[in-house]
């Protein structure tokens, strides 16, 4: 499991959160093109934006700072993460949607240190389903 984690004390307008969440999209996008140069293929990749209605604005101020991937936006029906999540998601072998990275925002050290504006964004790839899957075997 590669994990990214990004933990601080909320800004204006919850900057930090948006400032997070493209931050892990990012890295995650750039470590697929990465491993591309490795042998490894990811076609098709998208990003889905999970958000409660109260964090639906926020979702699109990530949406509007990812360029060169296809965003998609749909509602967030459970209440693990703290109203905001992402899955990066990519085409496999069965032509079907493999959803290989996921993260979020989470109310964890919110609660942990009884402090609403400590926030938590955390965010993963499962290695060994990315080099199982997609080293070099997906069909153009």
């Known amino acids: 499991m590669f994990c990214l984690t990004s933990a601080g004390h909320e800004v204006e307008d919850q900057a930090f959160v948006v400032g997070a969440l493209i931050e892990h999209i990012r890295t995650h996008l750039a470590a697929l093109d990465r491993l591309e140069q490795c042998g490894y293929r990811f076609p098709d990749r998208s990003v889905t934006l999970l958000s409660t209605a109260a964090r639906e604005p926020l979702a699109r101020r990530v949406a509007g700072a990812l360029s060169g991937v296809s965003v998609a936006h749909e509602r967030l029906t ?4 703290d109203g905001l999540r992402f899955m990066i998601n990519t085409r496999g072998m069965d032509g079907g949607g493999v959803p290989l990275i996921d993260g979020g925002v989470f109310d964890w050290l919110a609660k942990l240190m009884s402090n ?9 790839i499962g290695s060994q389903l990315a080099a199982f899957l997609f080293r070099g075997n997906v069909p153009a």
Request: hydrophobic fraction near 45%; avoid cysteine.
């Open 116 to 124: 609403r504006k400590a926030v938590f964004v955390a965010s993963a």
């Open 78 to 81: 459970h209440d693990y993460y």
